[in-house]
């Protein structure tokens, strides 16, 4: 069956604080991992990866990608109350052409 | 950047009503569509993928009699929740995709069955 587990489910730092979120996936005909924040309503993609190492930055935000221990990391460093949502993550199956999420890590940002 | 348009935003009905979702791709052509549903504090379950002009794939457990998808042009495709229970009441999202895009989701539509 395939599977992303994302960890932790749960974070709550302080502004300026850097936040490391973990996407582990074991999934079939594996063809990219994409990342999206989510807040009140549908999410908003970030970041897809299809190479292992190379990282992907977007102002505070970067993400990276390791094929062979099949996982992803998604940083934000200088964390504000803004990035306060929920970050999922998804492996995009080739053939399928489905996205399978994991369950989300809701991340808070307290002032 | 790529937009995809859903309509109702939110939508309250009674029991045994039928509900129809509008997903529009307003900027590209989305070969493929798909339906997600999002229970409170959980995440996305992909219901079903739409391609157009044939018949959708559903994922195991969906009842394809009871959530009716179209995907009758290469901008538009809809989900009717038939005969609609409480039970029904969730977040619904769509996305869609073109090519080898990553998918952009609507806004979604907070469906409540009373």
């Known amino acids: 069956e395939d599977k992303v587990v994302q960890s932790p489910l749960s974070l709550v730092v302080h502004e300026g604080d850097t936040v490391t979120l973990n996407c582990s996936y074991e999934v079939t005909n594996f063809r990219s991992l994409l990342w999206y924040k989510q807040e009140k309503k549908a999410p908003t993609f970030l970041f897809m990866l299809?190479?292992?190492?190379i990282e992907k930055k977007s102002g505070r935000l970067s993400s990276i990608l390791d094929k062979k221990e099949l996982f992803s990391i998604l940083n934000i460093t200088a964390t504000q109350t803004g990035d306060s949502a929920v970050y999922l993550c998804?492996?995009?199956?080739?053939?399928?052409?489905?996205?399978?999420f994991g369950q989300g890590t809701r991340l808070t940002i307290n002032p | 950047g790529a937009v995809v348009s859903q309509h109702p935003s939110w939508v309250i009905c009674k029991s045994g009503t039928s509900v129809k979702i509008e997903c529009r791709s307003l900027?590209?052509?989305?070969?493929?569509m798909f339906w997600y549903r999002q229970f409170p504090k959980q995440s996305l379950m992909l219901m079903a993928t739409?391609?157009?002009?044939?018949?959708?794939?559903?994922e195991q457990g969906v009842e394809k009699d009871k959530f009716l998808i179209n995907h009758a042009s290469l901008t538009l495709s809809t989900l009717t929740v038939t005969s609609a229970h409480p039970e029904d009441s969730s977040f619904y999202i769509c996305?869609?995709?073109?090519?080898?895009?990553?998918?952009?989701f609507g806004d979604g539509t907070r469906l409540s069955i009373l």
């Open positions: 739409s391609n157009e002009g044939s018949k959708a794939t559903y």
């Open positions: 998804a492996a995009f199956l080739q053939g399928a052409q489905k996205l399978v």
């Open positions: 900027d590209f052509q989305a070969t493929t």
């Open positions: 996305s869609a995709m073109d090519g080898n895009q990553p998918q952009h």
């Open positions: 299809t190479s292992s190492g």
